[in-house]
């Protein structure tokens, strides 16, 4: 296959092709591509999926340069591995939802695999690090569902834990105190949906969005459950939760286990149930990484830098 990429400035060429065209030299040995250079046009020949990321490499090239002004050999091979681990979605692989977005697509490969493990399991625990969209996709899969008429109900809970601030003192009725641990599973939900029918399903107790501790005593048949910030249930709440699993429902569980607000010795429900029933059939476990945060490009930094801080690394990257 061969393809041709016109580059956007042949003025910053020696800084995008490298010293030496070091950078050209580095993609073309990684991904066994041939890569030529003529009158502002890089040509590439090789096989498909070869030549497509390398063209992706390229174009992400091109825009870190314009970004920072200077382009490193470091950068080259960042890029590269963040070209790996995209990926283009099949319509099998999109969920549908209400919104004007019309649908949601996995964007990394454990977007995919966490995508597929809830289609597939009737309950599917889901850790990673902030932005790599554990949240987002399971409201996602759930609004689908709902579309789909195969569930009649959408539950979203939450733990009250706070997170090094006081739940009591927090102004208002219990609504109200609650209500900022619940909002993000709300921002989600907008995210699929016109405000509107969002409140109609709501006042219809189509969608109820509660605390955890709500759960107790009941039965969910017909149901997506989602469990969020799962990192923060003890051991006996988890155990509650997972146990209000009904006929015709499906169960999602997420959270981040490195941000844990559970008093110093108490074990996380998430960890616990992970390491418990990880080997069962019909449940999934989906761990996504770094390299799937989708959020702002600064995310995957912090949590690189915190990663680094935490592992001993005295040299942290500064770019």
Do not use: W
């Amino acid at each position: 296959m061969e393809l041709k990429i016109q580059l956007e400035s042949t003025a910053q060429r020696l800084e995008l092709f490298g010293q030496a065209d070091a950078h050209l030299r580095l993609i073309r040995d990684t991904l066994n591509v041939q890569i030529g250079a003529r009158n502002g046009t890089v040509i590439l020949n090789g096989g498909a999926t070869a030549v497509r990321m390398a063209a992706d490499v390229i174009d992400r090239m091109q825009k870190r340069l314009i970004e920072r002004g200077r382009l490193t050999a470091s950068d080259v091979r960042e890029l590269m591995s963040q070209s790996e681990n995209q990926i283009a979605p099949t319509r099998n692989d999109v969920i549908e939802v209400y919104s004007h977005k019309g649908v949601i697509e996995p964007f990394t490969k454990g977007q995919l695999h966490y995508i597929e493990a809830m289609a597939n399991n009737d309950l599917t625990f889901c850790t990673g690090p902030a932005g790599t969209g554990k949240t987002y996709l399971a409201v996602a899969m759930a609004v689908a569902m709902l579309r789909r008429k195969q569930i009649r109900k959408i539950v979203l809970a939450r733990p009250a834990v706070e997170a090094g601030e006081r739940l009591g003192f927090l102004p208002g009725d219990l609504q109200a105190k609650v209500n900022p641990y619940l909002r993000p599973l709300f921002d989600a939900l907008e995210e699929m949906m016109e405000f509107g029918q969002m409140r109609k399903f709501m006042e219809m107790d189509i969608i109820e969005i509660i605390p955890l501790a709500f759960m107790r005593g009941r039965t969910l048949n017909e149901a997506v459950v989602i469990c969020d910030e799962a990192q923060n249930t003890s051991t006996s709440q988890m155990l509650m939760f997972l146990t209000r699993l009904g006929r015709s429902s499906k169960m999602i569980v997420t959270g981040d286990i490195t941000q844990v607000d559970l008093v110093d010795g108490q074990v996380s429900g998430l960890v616990d149930a992970v390491r418990t029933l990880g080997g069962i059939k019909g449940i999934g476990v989906v761990e996504l990484e770094k390299g799937d945060i989708v959020r702002h490009k600064l995310v995957h930094k912090i949590v690189q830098a915190y990663d680094e801080k935490k592992q001993g690394k005295s040299s942290l990257r500064r770019e």
